[in-house]
């Protein structure tokens, strides 16, 4: 049976978009792995050198870029989606992912 999801992405708390998860929506699975993701490296403004995807961050949007990217592995699973259809998908849970002045502010909670 699926845990879904959803997570809002803001940029200094004004929402950018949204991504729905259908599996593994919990907060020892996704909740986990955004984690992980973030602690990966800093939000910066401007890259120096080969930086490896998920080693720094150029901004909000390469952060959220970068999550989508890491967790599409195949067809299904991650979705984005607009900010009108959070909520409404059957969500277990939803994370809120906020980047201001290049610091990660990551909640979660249970809908």
């Known amino acids: 049976m699926a845990t879904r999801a959803s997570i809002i992405m803001k940029e200094n708390g004004k929402p950018v978009m949204a991504m729905y998860k259908h599996w593994d929506g919990y907060p020892n699975g996704l909740g986990q792995q955004i984690e992980d993701i973030i602690a990966g490296g800093p939000v910066v403004n401007g890259l120096s050198g080969k930086t490896k995807l998920g080693g720094a961050f150029n901004g909000s949007g390469c952060l959220f870029a970068s999550i989508i990217a890491i967790m599409k592995k195949e067809p299904g699973d991650v979705y ?11 969500e277990e849970y939803l994370y809120d992912l906020d980047v201001v002045e ?5 909640t979660h909670r249970a809908l």
């Not at 607009?82 to 059957?90: A, E, K, M």
């Not at 290049?102 to 990551?106: D, G, I, R």
């Open 80 to 90: 984005i989606t607009s900010l009108d259809s959070v909520g409404n998908q059957g």
């Open 102 to 106: 290049n610091q990660v502010n990551f």
